[in-house]
């Protein structure tokens, strides 16, 4: 009970002065308080929406680079340049299933024609793409905005070139992705305060939608040019807090980032009004007094104020970590039971904004290695952990071995019974998969209905037995769709390396995995050549050392 009545809003506070000096003058309450504070909200909003910002610029460039990882990943696969244009284009639908962001990937010959595509036809030129002239560059690239000439659609294209064995260029994939799905993952970290964060090219065309949806009454948006103040700003990397007026003639406080190297511009805005108004219930109301008395009873408003220094420099510190980009930074704890009652609930706020932040990344980092359909792994965690089990187990003196596991006749069960089928029977396959594999083992999808088994200390005969029981297993799977019961079968292949000895070697672990994969897609070639349903192995052996 003593501790509540410690706890006096900022605004009972005033009261009691107000109360104490019986008449103080409205009018000079008010000065005080645009005197003393306007400049430092003015600062703080700035940075408030810097850090907003930098949390999407770091959002959006860390989606852009997760797409041109998948591409580059693709790009890289030997089966791009092995495959008939049938089975490529299977091969693609299977990578567009498990990559939801792209709106279509198509692979490219070295004239620049598209080669195979899971959505159109080939035969489309794009030699005088800019991607393509980065490709036979040996670059990989992300385009500007541009108009699809297969859809007519605003679009992004991702692109990584295309090599063989002996270097040579022999075309590129490329991912599409529609400007609307990058927008509406920028529309996702809109601040849920009255700050309007927006996309324009480096020309200052706009990309984001003119009227945010969700706040359908605000001003329309507009491209910006020279002569608009933040547009300027940006351009000459201008970066001192101003108030001015934007394109719609409201005074606003602003903050711009390029992306990307330059090649996007985010803008934030927010209405001097509305920081005015934010910050007023913290300040509270204007000190009264009278015009007598106000030398006497200025210095204890100014001591007031400077009472909130402390507790709002806390959050401002934590605030710069969190823009720096360290985001496991632990929250201030609560401040004291002095601090004003507006203080604390805005320390509460502020805490609960951080971890939703913290659990957002998390979630973008679990997905960005995760296939959404069936839970497995993806490709790119496979190339992550892969290689370090890899190097464990033969440090170790122990064997290494590889499943690639493709599912018999597949298409024949998204012909006959549907795509919703095809992806039942997937997610019951990896399920029992993650069962029978060990907690050790990595089990991953790279394809449309292939994945891949890693099982770091299990020499060939291991690695033949787990296969048998589960090629055992999926026979007698059942699939529920609709009234019926789907079974299918599965074809392995096996690769396994044998710990190298005194005078081996095999250059690199990611080298190794690469090999290993070849070694099992043979095997399993060989598999579906010798009538599905079984299961064929292959050794490696290292290569001798060179003198």
Known sequence: MEKSNRSYSLVQRLRVMLWATFLVPLLAGVAFFLLYSGGALQEEAERDLNATLSLQQQHLEYWVNERAQDIGSLAA???????????????LRGMLQASPAFEDIVAVDERGRTRAGPKHAPGVDVSDREYFRAAKEGRSSVSGVITSRLTGSKIIVVASPVRDEAGRFRGLVLGTVQLDTLLRFLQSMYSETSSRTFLLEADGTLLSPAVNPDRPGDTPLRSLRAGDRIFDRARHDVHTPEVYRNHAGERVVGACRWILGGRWLLVAEKPETEIMRLHAGILGVPLLGAALLFLVFGPMALRLARSLEGPVRRLEEHSRKIEGGDFDVVCDPEPESRDP??????????????????????????????????????????????????????????????????????????DTHGHAAGDAVLAAFAGLLERMVRQSDIFARVGGEEFVVLAPNAGREAAQELAERIRVAVAVLPVPVGQDSLSVSVSIGTATLQPQQDGERFPGQRNVLESLLAAADDALYEAKRNGRNRVESVTLVPAPARG
């Open 77 to 91: 696969d030997p089966r791009v340049l092995a495959l008939p244009e049938d089975g490529l284009r299977d091969m």
């Open 341 to 414: 009652v507006e203080i604390r609930r805005l320390n509460v706020a502020y805490c609960l904004m951080v971890e939703r932040v913290r659990d957002t990344l998390d979630a973008l980092r679990e997905a960005s290695l995760t296939d959404h359909l069936t839970g497995a792994a993806n490709r790119k965690l496979l190339f992550q952990e892969g290689p370090r089990l890899i190097d464990a187990a033969l440090r170790a003196g122990k064997p290494v071995s590889l499943l690639m596991l493709d599912l018999d006749h597949f298409k024949n069960v998204n």
